[in-house]
Each structure stands twice: as structure tokens, then as C-alpha cells.
């Protein structure tokens, strides 16, 4: 049984920074890739950036020169790194990894629970 758990959200006045963090556990034979997406009331989820196996990353043109995403694969976790936060930064923020439980399986997208980040003065 694999599990994401997320941490590191909560309140945080505007110019401010936030770390999150997203810890697989459980049965794991490698990460491929992962990413965090961000859902705010009223709005659809967007993607906010990703990073490939390789340590490749991408990310939304809202949070570029802001937002850093990087990944322990020794910890199997991914972290994301926000700083000079806006209030429309405010929102439930997702990870995601994809893994392996099994060196010869498929990899398949496995999902945190969310953290709300507040962007308020």
C-alpha cells in the first residue's frame, strides 16, 4: 500500500515563504515523475510544476522566478519551495508521484490529500 502525505501549508502574509512537502511511503521500487497542482475556490485545479525523473522541471508562468520544485528520491519526496507568495497564491495545493511499486510494473499516479495556503495580511 503506497501513501502520499503532504505538509508544510498554512497562513502566510503576502512576500512570504512557504515549504511543502509530499512523502511517499510504503511499497516502492522508484519515482518517476511528480508535480504539484493547486485548486482555489470557484476554480479549476491547475498544474503548478513538475520535475521529471531526471531532475527536469517546469512550471505555470504565474509562479515562474518564485517557485522552486526539487525531489529527494532517497526520502521518495517531492518538495515545493514558494516564495514571494501573492494572495493568489492562496489555495489547496495537490502533489502527486508517479511510481513503481515493482521494478517490472507500470508506473501509475499516486495522490497527496492537499494542504491549504493562505496568502493574507
Known amino acids: 500500500q503506497v501513501q502520499l502525505v503532504e505538509s508544510g501549508g498554512g497562513l502566510v502574509q503576502p512576500g512570504g515563504s512557504l515549504r511543502l512537502s509530499c512523502a511517499a511511503s510504503?511499497?516502492?521500487?522508484?519515482?518517476?515523475?511528480a508535480g504539484w497542482y493547486r485548486q482555489a475556490p470557484g476554480k479549476q485545479r491547475e498544474l503548478v510544476a513538475t520535475?521529471?525523473?531526471?531532475?527536469?522541471?517546469n512550471y505555470a508562468d504565474s509562479v515562474k522566478g518564485r517557485f522552486t520544485i526539487s525531489r529527494d528520491n532517497a526520502k521518495n519526496t517531492v518538495y515545493l519551495q514558494m516564495n514571494r507568495l501573492k494572495p493568489e497564491d492562496t489555495a489547496v495545493y495537490y502533489c502527486?508521484?508517479?511510481?513503481?511499486?515493482?521494478?517490472?510494473?507500470?508506473?501509475?499516479?499516486?495522490w497527496g490529500q492537499g494542504t491549504q495556503v493562505t496568502v493574507s495580511s
Open positions: 502527486y508521484i508517479g511510481l513503481k511499486v515493482v521494478p517490472w510494473g507500470r508506473v501509475s499516479d499516486y
Open positions: 510504503g511499497s516502492i521500487s522508484s519515482i518517476n515523475a
Open positions: 520535475v521529471t525523473s531526471g531532475g527536469s522541471t
